[in-house]
């Protein structure tokens, strides 16, 4: 059984405790984690279960919060780590993103959270869907009604209704207004173009060309259509890491925008390809100073995505549903979208 679970900052500050059983975990060891995790860098967060001088800590790290689990009492280390990855996700799930402010700004639901989904050191009540009906979440409808009616508390006064229910995450006899099912059919296309660039059956071409002479290197790359599907081409980017040796990159593009990252990646992100143009990015690369010329050129990783097209030729051509006594709605959707699609200079 879990003791206490402590959520920390990414300073190490705590933010958040919760005791859950008659022995109290004191934050000493708080700063004890928090000095390991220091001395010993990045690596410290890839281990799950650590023991210390008093007790057994278990931590899960989520978009700059630590969920610490403290215990003196042998017990199975996955439930641990399951139950903290859980609380993470449910958290997530209910303020839509997870940082040191939106936790402080609901410390409330937070707290009411963590009461419904573990009781006495065990894992209770886990499930996003009941949770929501036993605890509203915080949106503008709920705020407003707690400043109309006065109340303070989130928690609601009656049962969930999957309390009668024999699946945990379903109410017992659902009822809608529409009955639908829909079946998507993904599709990933995966190349490797090399510079003879002899594929024809591809949806979109890429041109890259470099000229590498005197210190520096011109890059343009040019992108449109080569077998129009009949269908838009959407959510095109190319992806590429700038050689070694490169000391800066002024690139510019007709269509789209171009970000080059700290990594020294550049993305060129296009979106819809245009029926007046076609999309080119192009620029001056520096080398540094004692080459003349690049030995090693990139490779271009590309995405893109088109709705209602299966290049495959398969779709479903009969769906039945047995033991239902309702009529429903029978809906198909294609989509092709780029896999490992990479294109060499």
């Not at 979440?137 to 407003?144: G, L, M, S, W």
Request: net charge negative.
């Amino acid at each position: 059984m879990l003791q206490c679970i402590f959520l920390l900052s990414d300073a190490g500050e705590v933010v958040l405790e919760k005791q859950l059983s008659g022995h109290c975990v004191d934050r000493s060891i708080c700063a004890w984690f928090w000095e390991q995790a220091v001395s010993f860098g990045d690596s410290f967060k890839h281990q799950p279960v650590i023991t210390s001088h008093s007790h057994y800590i278990f931590q899960v790290f989520r978009d700059g919060i630590t969920f610490l689990g403290c215990t003196q009492i042998e017990m199975p280390p996955l439930m641990a780590i399951e139950f903290l990855c859980r609380a993470a996700d449910v958290l997530n799930d209910y303020f839509g993103a997870l940082n040191e402010d939106i936790i402080k700004d609901n410390f409330v639901i937070v707290y009411e959270l963590l009461d419904e989904m573990i009781d006495n050191g065990f894992p209770l009540t886990t499930e996003p869907s009941i949770l929501r009906e036993i605890i509203n979440p915080p949106n503008v409808v709920n705020k407003a009604l707690s400043i109309v009616t006065g109340s303070n508390s989130n928690v609601s006064d009656t049962l969930p209704r999957a309390t009668a229910s024999c699946i945990p995450w379903r109410i017992a006899e659902p009822k809608y207004s529409n009955n639908e099912v829909y079946v998507d059919l993904v599709e990933e296309m995966d190349a490797i173009i090399n510079r003879v660039r002899k594929l024809k059956s591809t949806p979109i071409y890429v041109k890259p060309q470099l000229i590498s002479d005197g210190g520096t290197c011109r890059l343009s790359v040019l992108v449109g259509i080569r077998n129009d599907p009949g269908k838009t081409i959407d959510s095109v980017t190319v992806q590429f890491q700038l050689p070694p040796f490169i000391l800066s990159a002024d690139l510019t593009s007709n269509h789209g925008t171009v970000n080059i990252l700290a990594k020294k990646t550049c993305i060129w992100s296009i979106g819809r390809i245009p029926k007046d143009k076609a999309p080119s990015m192009s620029g001056l690369l520096v080398i540094e100073t004692g080459l003349e010329r690049l030995h090693v050129f990139p490779s271009f990783q590309v995405g893109f995505r088109i709705m209602g097209v299966a290049f495959s030729g398969l779709q479903i051509d009969k769906l039945d549903l047995k033991n239902a006594p309702y009529r429903f709605y029978k809906g198909f959707r294609a989509l092709t979208r780029a896999g490992q699609f990479d294109v060499r200079s």
